[in-house]
């Protein structure tokens, strides 16, 4: 088998109305970069990432236009592969990824992060074709025989004119439609403010549910020690990216040596040496890092092994359709993340009280969800097909 083509489309989806916000920063216009490797034997597989930087920029009217990181694959990584066997994962991973200490390796003005965004779309691609070839679903190849996939739906995002009614009102809406886990933003208000919060997301909810907290790097360690007390009462599974960007590992770590509420990060981890390096010092119970944002399914599983290896489990950020494949298969997977589907709600006044994924309508079919699982279909590779109609509707080209 060989590759034939790498094909890759930017879209940008119009930006968000009602806008909401995580902790510290604004939830930005969605995008994605789409790849599709086309092989001499039929089979494409399909990659994206819904995280890849500058691949897109305002033009003078509001109106998205590419950027010069939506060059990277066909100007760079397709000429890499064209020819090459699609089978071999590895190989091309380590060809792709060594573009990024090369010399000139930024002359077109490309980041790191975006080269490693754009590999994570194309060693995702691979994967798809290599579980195709197979006849197997990604999370079979990789040895999981477990289907139904443990999650939490993402929410409780800040709005303007979001209080505490319409918090409540989100929280019991999940609960009604089964979820038993849900994680909520903390740290964009006063500290007492986000305590009264939590505490009436509990009383919403009720005991049995999971609930996870994610202050986004709003505190520093001591105000996190701190905050943790008072939101222990609300028995919280864990406290996600407690402290800010600048006290790092060690902040992080005194955190977790002073609290007894479990400790979540590495959704920004670059690569799998910084995640180890993370999951060995930092104190963390769970490891979020993200294989859609960086490096792919290839570096997701180096992340696994050396995890395992220190205790902690995998709980990835974002991506469930993708994670969920990969947490099934791994002996230390945890948990996925979700966003609620707007199908299941009756109204546009009920999804403007929640962050709703609109990107779902990229596909045109969807893992099941029920009773707090994600169930993957039997299907070959990853089991995503793309919705053409929306590919053209967002589809950026000038």
Known sequence: MKITAVEAAVLVWPPMDPPFWMSLLPVNRPHELVVRVQTDEGITGIGHSDQAGSIFRIGAH???????????????????????????????????????????????????SSMLSALAAVDMALWDIRAKAAGLPVYQLLGGTDPKVPMYVAGGYYREGKGIDELVAECRQYREHGYSALKVRIGGMSLDEDVERVRAIRDAVGPDMKLMLDANEAYDSEMAIRASELYRDSDIYWFEEPVAWYEGNAGMKRVADAIDIPVAGGEQAATHWEAEEMARTAGISFMEFDCMRTGGPTEWLRVSEACKRLGVEMAPHHGAHIHAHLVSAASNGAIIEAFPDPAMYSSEDQLEHVRWDRKRELFSNHPEVRDGFMWLSEEPGWGIELDEDVMGRLEVTE
Do not use: K
Not at 85 to 100: A, K, M, N, S
């Open 62 to 112: 509001g109106e998205p236009r590419l950027a010069n990181a939506a060059r990277i694959i066909p100007d760079v990584i397709e000429p890499l592969l064209a020819s090459e066997d699609p089978l071999e994962v590895e190989w091309h991973w380590q060809r792709i990824f060594g573009l990024t200490y090369r010399h000139h390796w930024n002359a077109e003005g490309w980041s790191r």
